[in-house]
């Protein structure tokens, strides 16, 4: 329904996330919550850090920042439908993280050919 939204904030589809995942050059992180995830699961190998989270596990200059966001690759951010992952970039982006794309929601990667966990 607001997939415009999604197109405005990335200039990575879910299909190229897909195959930099397959390679393990990208960092991906799901921002839903844990009840999501338990229902539906994850993209495969997607880190979980709600979105409430995300500026406290991924400031660098926090005791609490998640080491696997250092490894220099972009990062990759999914939501349900792609509007709180647009958030979640806004405030990765505000840290200091550069190279951080929205691509959508978890169906979104799964259409992509992504796996789930």
Do not use: Q
Not at 37 to 61: H, M, T, Y
Request: net charge neutral.
């Amino acid at each position: 329904m607001f997939a415009f939204l999604r197109k405005s904030r990335s200039d990575m589809s879910p299909a190229e996330a897909v195959a930099l995942a397959r390679e393990g050059r990208i960092v991906l992180i799901d921002v839903r919550g844990p009840d999501e995830i338990a229902i539906s699961g994850k993209a495969e190998g997607a880190l979980c850090i709600p979105l409430g989270e995300i500026g406290l596990r991924c400031d660098p200059k926090s005791a609490g920042f998640d080491e696997r966001l250092a490894c220099g690759h972009p990062v990759a951010v999914y939501c349900a439908t792609g509007m709180r992952s647009g958030r979640a970039v806004e405030v990765l982006r505000n840290l200091g993280h550069e190279n951080v794309h929205n691509i959508g929601g978890l169906g979104d990667w799964l259409r992509a050919g992504g796996k789930r966990d």
